[in-house]
């Protein structure tokens, strides 16, 4: 972990890097071989496992779960209240998840409540407002499937 970091979490997987200026709150998940780049922010109550990449300007927030091998890329912008409004936090935020081998592109928003399937890729820049199959190949906003993924299991 960089100096410059603060980690209050006591759950930090081995070979976990954690770089300057990112802040993981206590009771935070976070699992082995990950790289967490500057200015990411994780919320207490997410989660996230192995070999994940989470690159710099993300904010990671409760009820979000990120499963094995997901790429984050930088300014990628998660959101957990549809409705959000100043001092009124809600009772418990939806659930975002991140199956196994997703990517997402570069300032991609990925809207509350969506589960984004195995393998499946979001395109830099894109707006997801529902839920994405296994290998697929999501771009646009709103986004919309084009493809399949080059992520995608043969």
């Not at 890097?17 to 993981?24: D, K, L, N, Q």
């Not at 994940?52 to 209240?81: C, E, L, R, S």
């Not at 979001?122 to 697929?136: D, E, F, H, I, M």
């Amino acid at each position: 972990m960089h100096k410059r970091a603060i980690c209050e979490s006591k759950q930090i997987g081995e070979g976990t890097m954690i770089w300057a200026f990112s802040h993981i709150m206590s009771g935070v998940t976070l699992g082995k071989n990950c790289n967490i780049g500057e200015c990411v922010f994780i919320e207490s109550g997410a989660s996230v496992a192995d070999n994940v990449t989470i690159k710099n300007g993300v904010q990671i927030w409760a009820g979000i779960t990120i499963h094995d091998g997901v790429f984050i890329g930088p300014n990628v912008t998660f959101t957990n209240d549809k409705f959000p409004k100043s001092r009124i936090v809600p009772k418990s935020p939806l659930l975002t998840i991140l199956e196994p081998g997703v990517s997402v592109g570069a300032n991609a928003t990925i809207l509350p409540g969506i589960i984004i399937g195995k393998n499946a890729f979001v395109g830099a820049g894109a707006v997801v407002t529902r839920n994405l199959p296994a290998n697929s190949l999501a771009i646009g906003n709103p986004a919309r499937i084009i493809g399949r993924s080059p992520n995608a299991e043969q």
